[in-house]
């Protein structure tokens, strides 16, 4: 996925060219979907609610026509996009009825994944843990599962 800093539709753009160049020059054989990330930069400046990334204060509506924008550009080049987002994200900071078109990835911690996401939309993908782990790599790791074959 692409963890974006986009303000506008424009330079969603760019960014969706700018990973479809990186593919294409280095003749990846993409499978899956190309995902959106538009959560916050995690960068603050002063407070604790005082975020500094540039794209840290867009309202849903602006995050969004971001997300269709990089969505749309993704697919006019044949691929599929995705956009990624935890469960609370998509609900408060996207306006995820309009995003229904796409796949969405969602991170909704349950624990286990015999413990199933309430996200209320269609998801393609599920991200169910941050603290897994899997053999040969050090540390925890995210836990995912895709519903499609691609």
Not at 2 to 19: G, L, M, R, S
Not at 133 to 149: A, M, R, W
């Amino acid at each position: 996925y692409f963890f974006t800093q986009a303000t506008n539709e424009a330079e969603a753009i760019e960014e969706a060219d700018y990973i479809v160049n990186l593919i294409r020059t280095h003749n990846i054989p993409v499978k899956y979907p190309i995902a959106i990330d538009t959560e916050y930069s995690g960068s603050k400046t002063n407070g604790e609610n005082d975020y500094a990334g540039r794209a840290d204060n867009l309202t849903p509506t602006e995050r969004t026509n971001v997300c269709i924008a990089f969505c749309e550009r993704i697919k006019s080049y044949g691929y599929t996009p995705m956009i990624y987002a935890s469960k609370n994200w998509f609900y408060n900071n996207l306006e995820a009825d309009r995003l229904t078109g796409y796949d969405h990835w969602v991170a909704h911690y349950t624990g286990s994944v015999d413990s199933p996401t309430d996200y209320k939309y269609h998801y393609t993908m599920w991200q169910y843990t941050s603290s897994g782990s899997v053999s040969g790599i050090n540390g925890t790791v995210d836990l995912n599962v895709c519903n499609k074959k691609y």
